[in-house]
């Protein structure tokens, strides 16, 4: 004789537990069966059983699961097909296994979002799928999640899951080429090489500014030379304070900007140095970087 979830429950759990259990139905009973170890002891642990009452609790659990798990593995013999093709695989579930109830396999089967609540990508979503139906034709492999799982990818990549770009998940297919890499990497290309050129064009502007001031502040020092000469033959001490106060200012702009020119004009040589490899290597490779860069603007 099998045992039903509420004699199970009646002959495990002890004369004076809680009345509130006696009162709870095969539906109740059948959440639990859906429920792992620790989730168990979560509630369990909520309603605040005690310790003796818990373990015959779960051994209660244990035994109904044990012979479920006996009755899967002896399914009684399905209905006989009508001529239409037409039945889903809900109803084939159903008939073939009338003792456990289609929403906890549903529940149990799901890999993704189980307990939470987030919501869950399409990707994830085909898994699900996948995984329930897999499930409600087969309830053993409930046992092993994992063998669940990619019996679920490998069931979406025959049935040729794509992404909305036509290409296969890396998931599923480990081997399928990724899209768009050489095509991201020849644009990322192309934006380097215009925004070197646009470096460059700034970095000389500013060069020939710089030595244009530096051209004015060399006249100016000449200038002021020349005005020192003067104060020195008139022997005109204090005159000859403020031009050597002037000499300074205009020496110390004139380093500043010569300091700054050089550094602009040593990075504009590499430039002109890479570029020239660059030639050198489209030359040799045959793929002309100018011509593509043209297209793209």
Same mark, same amino acid.
């Given at each position: 004789?099998?045992?039903? !979830?509420?004699?199970?429950?009646?002959?495990?759990?002890?004369?004076?537990?809680?009345?509130?259990?006696?009162? =709870?139905?095969?539906?109740?009973?059948? +959440?639990?069966?859906?429920?792992?170890?620790?989730?168990?002891?979560?509630?369990?642990?909520?309603?605040?059983?005690?310790?003796?009452?818990?373990?015959?609790?779960?051994?209660?659990?244990?035994?109904?699961?044990?012979?479920?798990?006996?009755?899967?593995?002896? !399914?009684?013999?399905? !209905?006989?097909?009508?001529?239409?093709?037409?039945? %889903?695989?809900?109803?084939?579930?159903?008939?073939?296994?009338?003792?456990? !109830?289609?929403? =906890?396999?549903?529940?149990?089967?799901?890999?993704?979002?189980?307990?939470?609540?987030?919501?869950?990508?399409?990707?994830?979503?085909?898994?699900?799928?996948?995984?329930?139906?897999?499930?409600? %034709?087969?309830?053993?492999?409930?046992?092993?999640?994992?063998?669940?799982?990619?019996?679920?990818?490998?069931?979406?990549?025959?049935?040729?899951?794509?992404?909305?770009?036509? +290409? %296969?998940?890396?998931?599923?297919?480990?081997?399928?080429?990724?899209?768009?890499?050489?095509?991201?990497?020849?644009?990322?290309?192309?934006?380097?090489?215009?925004?070197?050129? +646009?470096?460059?064009?700034?970095?000389?502007?500013?060069?020939?500014?710089?030595?244009?001031?530096?051209?004015?502040?060399?006249? +100016?020092?000449?200038?002021?030379?020349?005005?020192?000469?003067?104060?020195?033959?008139?022997?005109?001490?204090?005159?000859?304070?403020? =031009?050597?106060?002037?000499?300074?200012?205009?020496?110390?702009?004139?380093?500043?900007?010569?300091?700054?020119?050089?550094?602009?004009?040593?990075?504009?040589r590499k430039h002109r140095w890479y570029e020239q490899r660059k030639k050198v290597r489209m030359v040799e490779t045959?793929?002309?970087?100018?011509?593509?860069?043209?297209?793209?603007?």
């Amino acid at each position: 004789m099998q045992p039903t !979830p509420n004699s199970t429950q009646e002959e495990s759990l002890p004369d004076d537990s809680s009345s509130g259990y006696y009162g =709870v139905g095969e539906n109740d009973l059948e +959440q639990f069966l859906g429920f792992d170890e620790a989730e168990i002891k979560e509630v369990l642990s909520a309603v605040s059983m005690k310790p003796f009452h818990s373990a015959a609790f779960k051994k209660g659990i244990r035994e109904l699961r044990h012979a479920l798990s006996v009755n899967l593995n002896n !399914p009684p013999p399905p !209905p006989p097909l009508t001529t239409s093709n037409s039945f %889903s695989i809900h109803s084939t579930y159903l008939a073939a296994n009338p003792s456990l !109830p289609l929403d =906890v396999i549903i529940n149990h089967a799901k890999i993704y979002g189980k307990n939470s609540d987030r919501q869950l990508t399409s990707y994830e979503q085909a898994i699900n799928q996948a995984a329930i139906e897999l499930a409600l %034709s087969d309830p053993a492999l409930m046992a092993n999640r994992g063998t669940l799982f990619e019996k679920a990818k490998a069931k979406l990549l025959l049935e040729g899951y794509t992404y909305k770009r036509g +290409q %296969s998940r890396s998931k599923l297919n480990p081997n399928a080429p990724k899209p768009g890499i050489k095509s991201s990497r020849v644009n990322l290309r192309l934006k380097r090489n215009l925004h070197a050129a +646009q470096n460059s064009e700034n970095r000389n502007a500013r060069i020939s500014e710089l030595e244009h001031k530096l051209q004015i502040k060399g006249t +100016q020092y000449e200038a002021a030379q020349e005005h020192k000469r003067i104060k020195t033959t008139q022997g005109d001490t204090e005159g000859l304070d403020k =031009v050597e106060i002037a000499l300074e200012a205009i020496e110390r702009e004139r380093a500043e900007i010569s300091k700054e020119l050089a550094t602009l004009k040593s990075k504009e040589r590499k430039h002109r140095w890479y570029e020239q490899r660059k030639k050198v290597r489209m030359v040799e490779t045959g793929f002309d970087e100018t011509t593509a860069t043209s297209v793209m603007i």
